[in-house]
């Protein structure tokens, strides 16, 4: 893209986000140029999630995504490596793999019949006789993303100036692991992808859960009357002063260390789930203590690892919003489990995750109104003028803790994990080269 | 009839075809029902042990598809009871998603009926088409393949299990809040 | 066939069915001469006291809805005669709009039909939708429900009363040039 | 928004506006940057019709429209007086009141429960104990828009510096009184609103009802053909020298003095309508005059009021032209009657209205097609830099008159309303605010 | 039933409702041979002499407009052997574009029966709506009339010509590749 | 259009075409701002391809098409001459012919009734007597573009500067001949016009017809397979040395010299129709020569008359590939033959293009999903940034030949006539009139 604006962006941007008293401008919600600006300069730079291990866990399985709006095949390949490359052919720009998923042992595109390797490697062209060698194929192979695992979670970025995986999830590894560390044999995604469309801005969906508490209440209102056969705002849903928001470089997580509230969700109608949990608890705490084990795990929680993977633990739904433009976003979602949960466990775990969190789930479904309207209301030239509140309990609720790392606050019920997205948010968008990002703690 | 494969021999064409008009008449009241957001009517037409299964579709390669089981996502896996417990939802008073309501129309086509494995049971294969229209210009379609088991007792129909195959692999609405 | 609405029981299935056929036949040939526009022919289905109704709707909060009434704001609140006059315009030979014609298409189905209160009257219910290509590349959609009141006339079946509740709250077109 | 378009933008519109040869640059229809400084250079400035009083007649009443883009919501407060404000919740954005209309006491978000009364006051959130008195609610209410309201018509603008709405319509209010004025009782929208959405550009609609009788004739042929039973263009749509457009502000009327012209349309089978009608010319001459009430009132009338609100009287619709995009509008109509009609000819004027100007409309049905090629023509490039004409009897039909307020010119087949019409339309985008803004009389 | 054109008076109405019943089987059938890819299946109901033409529209004033003839440019003007070349396209296994596969839905409707000229032919007319959905948001329609004769091959039905009349002028998408 | 990118377009444009390497950048099939200069620098300035003289034989007859994306008139005034003018009302701009083809003696707007006579002229008014003379209707007549026929084809430009249609073909003529000029009677459109939309940039459809001979071993190898019944890629698809890329001013006609692999195609299963032809080749030969006549007719050919003309000789399909934007496009197709061949000769080659290259046809059925998707995967930043590879014997393959005008390459293997189209393109970007545009040879 050329800078053809006739302003500077960063300098506008910067106005737009106020962290000291919480005020956001419409305008990032809204305008395409911004918009173009984060494909650019955040989804072309960052980490990004991109798979779960186990949906490419033999050589030859392969499945399709996007990074920002670039579509990218993840495949693993015979070396056993897992490969993230654009999934447009490097001949004359035509789609190459057409399938969500699949097994294969190359890709062949439909134009002109180049083929590519499970790593991105031109192999060969049909009739490649014509070419008569003028072509070194090792130039022509697909555009390799970066790509480091996480404990199971897939991240690629095509920015080979920015920092190791470990160092993009800092100090945010430690609740990333509550999920991914409980046992030995780990996790895996079971029963594929659910897709749906919303015509929202993504950051909507990001923002949400690192940190947006304070709607569960009112928004998911009905479900939770619904699933407490019309009790009012469960107990499981309590103002604990202990609950927290933590984040670290925008990573954000926010929940309470009671330990129970999530798994009295769903195990409703499954006693033997709550069981299960309960006598996982001291296997867990060897591995992550007291504290995550017996406290953390289980509570009611939600987390974003920025800009757009989010998750809900126990709930077991992670997704990615993908960007569509700046009024369009796409969610994918899945459930995730531990591979050595038993069949019964498994089913009733992603009947639950289903039942709460997919397009049709008695939670999910009254959040897309809101974002989408959200984002809508901006067309309006007066409204878009209007700042955003993002006030609650900042500059107050600061409460670092030294056994909790990241930034700390409490209770779990305030707008600094927001705050620290949008932080981050601009520290992208203001940044020429990841040497201008700082390192957010 | 031979290409018909709706029955038996033991029944007559004038038999099979009270029988395909009593399956059209129970599918036309489902479908008020649900077009009016009747969901006690629409209860009154599913079995204590249905199930209501609307599994969710991936673009695969043809050598790569398979049959669908619940172990996939599903958009629907439900008894009579989560059932329940959605519309529940719906009437909590507080579904602010759902207020103004959702104008609903279901468009109910090429009902093909056969005697089932079980006595009294049929199984019917129709097409659907599900136009939604909300608040000022929302328009979303859902396109589908329904297969039911229907079950008579005591002379009333009640549909036993359905299985909806929708025609989209990626929902292009922000959430699902109809019954097909 | 307990539930089955559409009929006293002073009626056999066959009888019902045959009624039901019946219906079905008079709405198809109804649908090819909208689609056809052959409205000579569509007048002759509609009986002289027709009242060819089709209220506006809004986007109300649940507690606000109410019965529709000719009072409120109407797409269509036809006589035979006003249906003539906009016929009329039609084919006054000056309808610069309808030429080259729209192209429209009728899909009619469920069809669920009761005997009405008077003798001789039925009471019937359809899901239409209607689609309109104009031109290039125009495409509109329109889908309603329809209730009839349908009478016998010597034999002949004739709209009497049709009131079409449309599922949209904005006309996503720039006019209403057809007849559901 | 921000400058960055590269040119002079107002010098770039001036020259789209020939008004003394009477030609109007095609650009005006098409260019999105036009579009955007008509939202925020005139919609965000000038005063626009947003309901009549009766529709929120009582405390509580509500509904909502759209200034510009910017969605409003139209209430009565229990002080008795009209509010109007932005439709979007302070909060996060969120749309607040989903409805076209009804009666509420308050209007509470859906996204995190925030509530705001009728008048767009903050009044509280769900879970307020969260904000621990850091938020002063009097800053949070939503934008109130100033409300004026002339005779039953409510206006608001969101502009501090405009002048009064008195001011605004000026001259014009003496026609205006034609509709509004004929009794004490005054009048009343009745039957609801019908909403359709036209692929052109608003301004065709707005220009079409101010001045534009030369299309009639050939547009509405067949309408008038079924009405009149295959007669030709009939004796009630006379070329009277005598007719006249008059305009002011940019406001416009035009129309016959025959007095007679619409009744005979509107009561075509139902004499009684017209009967009703002249028994009534004694009482409106006591309040507007022979001149208006014996003259100008049932004659073949059509009128806009700068910019967006249109209305025909006699045949009793009016209704506002929402801009949706530089293509793409929405039409809200209403019929308006006077409060003391009998209810017989209430149900005649209404049923009429509809079968004249409603999307189903004997007239209306014409006019669509030729708006949406008007505006999609400007597609190519080769016919974009073509000028329109907007030249008959420009400079040559100039007839003040002093009965008749504003600027007249004789007949009324003109373009001199459409063209003072653009002549306040370039004022507007031409001026960085009121203060550049000439009054035209 | 003065109103239906659909038989001659030595039929009687249940032989006439027998008969529409029977066609719309077939149809179902067919639909569903049609929706699932069973194109061995949907050949055997055909005709070995079937002619299956698709003429395009073009948008014309009404004055200029003529009846269709296969002399002009046609979607489909096809027998029984380019049938089977165009199928066996999609199963040369190089039919790259078929892969993964589109989802189809066809909605058929508004089915009128009458007899046919030959003895044992069936003149019939019914509505379609084609829906294909593919990869991730590909959504087409296809909206047409089709008029048969269908031909009864000892108790089987065939279908031995159709006229599709589509309701677009020009095709709103990147090829055509289902049959209506 | 106004200059406001605030970068130097051209500059920026000609690192896009690297014509040595054969590399070419994604983004000439994306960015609105290049497809807008398309619109004002290409389609505006060029002779474009409006319509075979047969389709408008007698004077009245007419039909309606696009140059770039301004809606044309072509129709046969009663002076015998063929006229192209814009479709749009010069009063307010109204499309008048809705038909796609058809007989008048003259265009009526619907809006106000003017009316304009087969020739473009402005004749009258509706109620003229309005504008009392004070309109030069010599003035207001719709524009006339330049026509020029070449052997019935019928050829429009709006550019007063651009040399005559003969200079435009230059050498190129030669090959269009050998459609054109076979008989005395020369050729004529049969069975009227199949439209489709694709949604991909117009070039990809141009430069396929030009020289991808690559892409039809493997696109087409079902379609070939179900013609030769299960057949691999059949003997009249030969890789001959003597097969050739001609090209001449950015126009190209690619093919063999076997004078059969294209009615193999064609007279499958119609033996009649191959032995007619070469009943004709040696009243050809009269004509054409034996090069022509016997060696290059017959042979799988496909040519792309620069922009976006195209069509096979043989296959007898002619289409153009009318841009919608830079992400779609229409193509209208016909079939031309011969107006001295038998009917049935002439019912076999309409089937026989219907069953190959219309929207439901064996071939074309499979390019669409290619064109698309080549363009579409530009939406992804990264990807966008890639160059495509159009290397293909490039500086390898120039064979000139005394007996062959234009440039030519062999064999007809290679991307050299794409280039020579993208060459051509960019002498029209990057040019301000027809002084700066080169004269390829
Ligand atoms: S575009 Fe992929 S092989 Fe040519
Ligand atoms: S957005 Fe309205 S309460 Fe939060
Ligand atoms: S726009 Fe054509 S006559 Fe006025
Ligand atoms: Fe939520
Ligand atoms: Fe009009
Ligand atoms: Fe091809």
Aim: charged share 25%; with cysteine; aromatic share 12%.
């Amino acid at each position: 893209m050329l800078k053809s604006r006739g302003f500077d962006e960063v300098e506008e941007l910067k106005k737009m986000i106020d962290l000291k008293d919480g005020r956001i401008d419409r305008r990032i919600f809204w305008e395409d140029w911004i918009y173009q600006l984060e494909l650019e300069k955040l989804f072309a730079k960052s980490w990004l999630f991109v798979a779960h291990e186990s949906q490419v866990a033999k050589p030859g399985d392969f499945l399709t995504t996007y990074m920002g709006q670039d579509n990218v095949i993840v495949s693993r390949h015979k070396d056993g490596k897992v490969h993230v490359f654009t999934n447009s052919c490097t001949h004359r720009g035509n789609r190459i793999c057409f399938a969500d998923r699949g097994k294969t042992r190359q890709f062949n595109c439909n134009y002109h019949g180049w083929a590519f390797g499970t790593d991105g490697a031109l192999m060969g062209m049909h009739e490649e006789s014509h070419y008569e060698g003028s072509i070194d194929k090792s130039k022509w192979g697909l555009q390799n993303a970066r790509v480091e695992i996480y404990k199971g979670l897939v991240f690629a970025c095509f920015d080979n100036d920015a920092p190791g995986l470990e160092d993009f999830l800092g100090d945010y590894r430690w609740y990333l692991d509550i999920v991914l560390d409980q046992t030995e044999e780990g996790t895996e995604f079971i029963g594929g992808c659910i897709k749906n469309l919303y015509n929202a801005n993504w950051k909507f969906g990001a923002e949400n859960f690192i940190g947006d508490s304070l709607h569960v209440g009112w928004t998911h209102d009905s479900g939770t009357k619904a699933m407490t056969a019309g009790g009012a705002v469960p107990e499981y849903m309590p103002v604990d002063p202990n609950s927290f928001h933590a984040n670290a470089n925008g990573h954000g997580w926010e929940g309470g260390i009671d330990g129970i509230g999530t798994l009295g969700i769903m195990s409703k109608g499954h006693p033997e789930l709550i069981e299960y949990f309960q006598s996982q608890r001291d296997d867990m705490a060897k591995r992550l203590g007291d504290l995550r084990a017996r406290k953390i795990f289980g509570s009611v929680i939600s987390a974003t690892v920025f800009p757009n993977f989010s998750f809900l633990p126990g709930i077991s739904t992670m997704r990615t919003w993908l960007p569509k433009g700046p009024r369009q976003f796409e969610l994918r979602a899945w459930t995730v489990v531990n591979k050595n949960m038993p069949d019964n466990i498994r089913d009733i775990i992603q009947n639950a995750c289903m039942t709460s969190f997919s397009p049709s789930g008695l939670f999910e479904m009254d959040d897309g109104e809101n974002w989408e309207n959200a984002t809508l209301s901006n067309e309006g030239v007066i409204t878009r003028k209007q700042g955003l509140h993002y006030g609650l309990r900042v500059g107050t609720s600061r409460r670092d803790d030294p056994e909790l790392p990241g930034n700390i606050s409490r209770p779990m019920y305030s707008d600094v994990n927001q705050l620290a997205f949008y932080q981050r948010w601009l520290d992208f968008l203001a940044a020429d080269s990841w040497d201008d990002i700082p390192k957010q703690r | 009839m031979a290409n018909s494969k709706m029955s038996t021999d033991t029944m007559t064409d004038t038999e099979n075809m009270l029988l395909w008009y009593r399956v059209n008449q129970f599918y036309n009241q489902e479908t008020r029902a649900l077009d009016d957001e009747d969901y006690e009517t629409w209860f009154s037409m599913l079995s204590e042990d249905v199930q209501y299964w609307m599994p969710s579709r991936e673009t695969l390669f043809r050598k790569d598809e398979q049959a669908d089981t619940t172990k996939h996502m599903n958009h629907y896996n439900e008894t009579l009871q989560t059932l329940q417990l959605r519309v529940a939802r719906l009437y909590s008073g507080s579904a602010w998603a759902e207020d103004p309501r959702t104008r609903y129309r279901h468009i109910v086509s090429n009902v093909e009926v056969e005697l089932g494995e079980q006595k009294g049971e049929l199984k019917v294969r129709s097409n659907t088409l599900v136009y939604r229209n909300r608040l000022e210009r929302e328009e979303y379609w859902l396109l589908a393949k329904r297969e039911d088991i229907l079950r008579d007792v005591d002379g009333r129909l009640q549909v036993a299990r359905r299985k909806i195959t929708p025609d989209f692999s990626s929902l292009l609405s922000k959430n699902l809040n109809v019954f097909l």
